[in-house]
């Protein structure tokens, strides 16, 4: 198992739900990583989570967050102390993500990862169908900076490709969204 895992959280099929998945694509197609970094669309995930993040050294998940205090398209990151106070909230389905009750799952079996990150983009439409909205996807090159700032405070090696490939969105016909160079 690689101690380094990036993961995509969401839904591809509902609007901004999907960045999660998005991120991932353009890091894979943007940048090279060590040779212990996992990147992976982790779909929505639920308590099958824990086995995802438990014995790893960081976690760093990309999700689309519910606010109704900050404007779509907001950047927030939260770090392991963070999730582990926020008091975990009813699932409406057995498909929610559960971050803090996994964090709190590896925590007592004894494989919680030393670091934990999750950088969250605050999400406008959810329609079925939909592809990212223009705020969100304005919001893709703090996102990839925010990942990319934590693996360097991690001392681990993310170089930007002289090459991009071009990143594959499978789920929509969207031309891709570039991340700026200005966020390297």
Partial sequence: MKSILIGGMGNVLLGDDAVGPYVIQLLESQYTFGDDVELADLGTPALD???????????????????????????????????????????????????????????????????????????????PGQSLSLAVRESLGKITSAIVGELKRLGIPA??????????????????????????
């Fill in 49 to 127: 989570l824990t086995h995802r993040i438990a014995g790893r050294r960081a976690v760093i998940l990309v999700d689309c967050i519910a606010s109704e205090d900050h404007p779509p398209g907001t950047v927030l990151i939260y770090d392991k102390s963070d999730l582990l106070t926020a008091i975990p909230t009813q699932r409406l389905d057995p498909h929610s993500p559960a971050l803090s009750e996994c964090l709190l799952t590896a925590e007592m079996l004894g494989a919680s990862p030393e670091q934990v990150l999750l950088v969250g983009a605050v999400g406008e439409s959810f329609e």
């Fill in 159 to 184: 170089e930007r490709r002289h090459l991009p490939a071009e990143p594959v969105f499978w789920w929509t016909d969207d031309a891709p969204a570039a991340v700026s160079a200005d966020h390297r």
